[in-house]
């Protein structure tokens, strides 16, 4: 009788610890998917005010520096690919991402607003999480000589944990088998868009 006593109070004291465990796992979860979120939304709000300055304070000074552009149409053509530098040794990276996002602003008109559709946030292995969305960037200034109006960007955020913030590690906008397509017509986002 002592033994199966003892058996079902070890029983209930691990099942308790476990599910204990498995709560503080969820709400940490949850906590970093909001503090991402709360980053990318940010970062896509500083794109859609072309505000270079926002953009480039949520990088990590350990960010490889890493922007990939890739879109459907000869518009932007010059931007397309890897757009990055290795930050060994104290080389300042932001060059080349800064020249590129600075392109980008030139060659664009003015956002209005932008909309998010199929936000989705995943952890990955190590101190990383990733954020996939469709954004879609629409003009305030409808020029009717611009060859832009819309932009629809499959955007992907890579996150890394680095010392005590999460922060850009790398970004593409655009995936290379789902370019950002360029419409110089209005082209409105799907009803089901944030």
Not at 35 to 52: F, G, M, P, R
Request: proline share 4%.
């Amino acid at each position: 009788m002592l033994i199966v006593t003892f058996i079902a109070g070890f029983s209930i004291f691990n099942e308790t610890g476990s599910s204990q465990s498995e709560s503080s796992e969820t709400t940490n979860s949850t906590l970093i998917e909001q503090l991402v979120s709360q980053i990318a939304y940010s970062h896509w709000n500083y794109v859609s005010k072309k505000n270079l300055t926002g953009i480039f304070s949520q990088y990590s000074s350990y960010y490889q520096a890493v922007w990939f552009f890739f879109n459907g149409s000869n518009a932007l053509s010059g931007l397309n690919g890897r757009h990055d530098c290795n930050p060994a040794e104290g080389v300042d990276c932001s060059y080349n991402v800064r020249s590129a996002w600075m392109s980008f602003f030139n060659d664009t008109p003015s956002f209005g607003s932008f909309s998010v559709c199929g936000y989705n946030v995943s952890q990955q292995l190590g101190q990383r999480a990733l954020v996939s969305a469709t954004v879609w960037l629409e003009t305030s200034n409808k020029n009717p000589w611009s060859n832009v109006s819309t932009i629809e960007v499959p955007y992907q955020i890579v996150f890394e944990f680095v010392n005590g913030s999460w922060q850009f590690w790398k970004e593409y906008f655009g995936l290379p088998a789902e370019p950002a397509l360029l419409f110089a017509a209005d082209v409105s986002p799907p009803l089901t868009c944030s």
